[in-house]
């Protein structure tokens, strides 16, 4: 099954989230894991940004999902069907990322919305929505995702820069948390949660001795079209592709390409644009 129920669009509209547990397999998981960690491109463009706490977060990102495997998971049906339905669009996929967060030293994330910085981009509305995979189990331990619900609803909060990254308004968050409620989404390989670009969410360090390793690919609907050039592309057609071609793609190695990762400098400098903009 492509689709969301009913029961989960409610959610979504509701929260600014909805889990899918157990969208991806064992074996789609292991492969995806595998292939990221062998990824010496991969390793070589990540690129680390400071938390504000002398931690360090590691991500490698890329605008064009390619023929890879990481292509054929963010150009699935299962996966991009359930999108269009979020956004209530056809949707296009406006860029990638691995998140590294090594056992020990991955560092926190601090409270944001993606809309926050997308809004630099000419991107005139927040229908846009992410979906974490889970690579490894994500755990309270390990520093998993924890969203504020129904933040979606606030509208877009001014950040503030903490460390390299640009966070949201801790006044506001704090205010958020009160009113709305904190979730920690504990999630295990191969589940994805759908998430709206104004959710306000954020990730603790990983202190623990297990890596949580998570894909995110983001999707803009094409009636949102930029309206000018940024880092990450204009409406371009996603062709989609069937669910098996996942495990196809793993039986021929040579075809196990890395994606063209973008430069993760340029995304810095978006989020500080966006800090310097606001002040």
């Known amino acids: ?22 969208l991806f397999s064992s074996e789609e998981i292991d492969l ?55 956004l209530e669009d056809e949707a296009y996929h406006y860029h990638s990322k691995m998140i590294l967060k090594d056992a020990k030293v991955g560092g926190a994330w ?29 755990t309270v331990e390990n520093g998993c995702m924890q969203v504020i619900r129904s933040s979606h609803k ?22 958020a948390k009160k009113r709305l409620g904190l979730i920690h989404v504990t999630m295990d390989p191969g589940d994805a949660l759908f998430f709206h670009s104004n959710l306000l969410h954020a990730s603790a360090a990983n202190e623990s001795d297990h890596s949580r390793w998570a894909m995110i690919c983001c999707y803009n609907a094409k009636s949102n079209d930029p309206y000018k050039e940024s880092h990450h592309p204009k409406y371009t057609k996603l062709n989609k592709v069937e669910d098996d071609q996942i495990m196809a793609i793993g039986k021929d190695n040579a075809k196990r390409s890395a994606a063209e990762f973008a430069d993760l400098n340029r995304e810095d400098r978006s989020a500080k644009s966006l800090v310097e903009n606001s002040q």
Not at 1 to 21: C, H, K, T, W
Not at 41 to 56: E, F, H, V
């Open 32 to 86: 995806l894991g595998e292939t990221a960690r062998a990824d010496h491109a991969m390793d070589k463009s990540s690129s680390s940004r400071d938390d504000g706490k002398g931690n360090a977060v590691r991500l490698a990102l890329w605008n064009h999902p390619g023929n890879g495997i990481y292509g054929m998971f963010a150009r699935s049906k299962r996966l991009v069907n359930r999108v269009e339905q979020l």
């Open 110 to 138: 601090a409270w944001h919305q993606d809309y926050g910085y997308w809004y630099q981009n000419g991107v005139l509305t927040p229908n846009l929505c992410s979906v974490m995979i889970a690579v490894d189990r994500a």
């Open 154 to 175: 606030l509208g877009r909060v001014n950040h503030v820069l903490t460390g390299d990254q640009a966070g949201a308004d801790m006044e506001r968050v704090e205010e």
């Open 1 to 22: 099954m492509s689709e969301f129920s009913p029961s989960d669009l409610s959610d979504y509209q509701e929260n600014g989230f909805v889990i899918a547990r157990s």
